[in-house]
């Protein structure tokens, strides 16, 4: 099975939604003792909350995962054991990068004499990403399951008891565990159903998109809050735990892409595009878990450097906060590509690596050494073919 172009371009947003929203609502202000403290532009300018509702899209983070791991699955050679196992490493080891990085940072931090307040923010900021990965987890090893689900049940089914779960813990308060695997079951079932060849065509994609956007505005005027994420100060939260307004959301967005699909397609057959969306899947995780820390040590260094720096260590307070922190968005995204990219072959061989067979008498002859992915069955099978 080939991957999905239109399903790369999707998370290839959910991607830039979260890190573009977590950059535009974190403020981090610089205090008179030289320390940093949260804030929220969304508390002094609750007008920017409809903008939530395309930056906050877990929803399909979760569409897509479902998606990946239904057709991972199919694929895998191994039982299930072996393919859970390899699933689950590319969540742990990126995970393990940044805890052992981040506490030597941390430790160096605090050496360096950092007031408590800002390792506090630090720790706050590089630690509340990895939530993501408990439901994440607990989905992914329990896919085969949800698959036989929903192939039997389909995908409304499946999902109706999940969006009941999260309505009776909206109103009851119930547990967070409760709201937050069943919230993301929904979107995660969807990505299942997607991979199976259900949701195709523009019904059941149309159905979806509107079905979510009036569930979501039915929600509001109920009185759920506007903002797809937390605000600080507010009663309740859309996100901290799911509520039925971040199921409601995901459903919309899940449908909006599934109608984009012919655009989307066409987006990626275009050389830069396909290249940004191809780099954006290759280091999703990694650019996830380190988009925050990269914010922080910028704001921290800036700070001890320069001192306070518009849209960077004000208080968002006002559209001029905002139109300065969208000027720092490119250096932010400069330094968070090159953080999560490595080069593993010499720069302008393009992939691949020309070495000398030094049993072979003079003159040397180079012989061509091709490195494939062993998740890329295609590539792996044309380089069997060749001559060793």
Do not use: K
């Not at 790369?8 to 959910?14: E, H, I, S, T, V």
């Not at 573009?20 to 920017?48: E, R, Y």
């Not at 929803?59 to 998606?67: C, I, R």
């Not at 009036?214 to 009663?235: K, Q, R």
């Amino acid at each position: 099975m080939r991957r999905d172009p239109a399903i790369d371009a999707l998370r290839g947003y959910a991607v830039g939604g979260v890190v573009l929203g977590h950059w535009l609502v974190t403020g981090l202000v610089l205090t008179s003792d030289g320390a940093l403290a949260q804030a929220s532009p969304l508390a002094a300018m609750p007008a920017l909350a409809p903008a939530t509702w395309l930056l906050q899209t877990l929803g399909l983070f979760f569409f897509t995962a479902g998606y990946a791991s239904a057709r991972s699955a199919a694929r895998h050679r191994g039982g299930p054991g072996r393919w859970l196992a390899h699933r689950l490493r590319r969540l742990v080891l990126p995970t393990v990068a940044l805890l052992g990085t981040g506490a030597a940072l941390l430790l160096a931090a605090t050496v360096a004499g950092a007031p408590d307040d800002t390792l506090a923010v630090a720790l706050d900021l590089a630690a509340s990403p990895l939530w993501f990965l408990l439901p994440l987890g607990a989905l992914i090893a329990s896919t085969g399951p949800l698959r036989a689900a929903v192939r039997r049940w389909g995908p409304w089914w499946c999902a109706a008891p999940a969006v009941a779960a999260v309505a009776v813990a909206d109103v009851a308060g119930g547990p967070l565990p409760v709201s937050l695997l069943a919230a993301w079951s929904v979107p995660y079932l969807l990505g299942l159903a997607h991979a199976d060849g259900r949701l195709c065509g523009r019904r059941p994609a149309a159905t979806l998109a509107a079905g979510g956007a009036v569930a979501l505005a039915a929600l509001v005027v109920a009185g759920y809050p506007a903002s797809a994420v937390g605000v600080p100060g507010a009663a309740m939260s859309n996100l901290n735990p799911p509520s039925l307004v971040a199921v409601a959301l995901a459903a919309a967005q899940i449908g909006v892409g599934l109608l984009a699909r012919p655009a989307l397609l066409r987006l990626t057959r275009r050389p830069v595009p396909a290249r940004v969306v191809g780099a954006v899947n290759r280091h999703a995780m990694r650019i996830y878990l380190w988009h925050q820390p990269v914010l922080v040590g910028v704001t921290a260094l800036a700070a001890r450097v320069a001192g306070p720096l518009p849209g960077l260590h004000t208080a968002p307070d006002g559209p001029a906060w905002l139109a300065a922190r969208v000027c720092w968005l490119p250096l932010l995204l400069l330094l968070l590509a090159a953080l999560v990219t490595r080069r593993t072959v010499p720069a302008g061989m393009d992939g691949r690596v020309r070495v000398y067979d030094v049993a072979r008498s003079e003159p040397r002859r180079p012989q061509e050494v091709i490195a494939v992915r062993d998740s890329d069955p295609s590539s792996r099978g044309r380089a069997d073919r060749q001559p060793r």
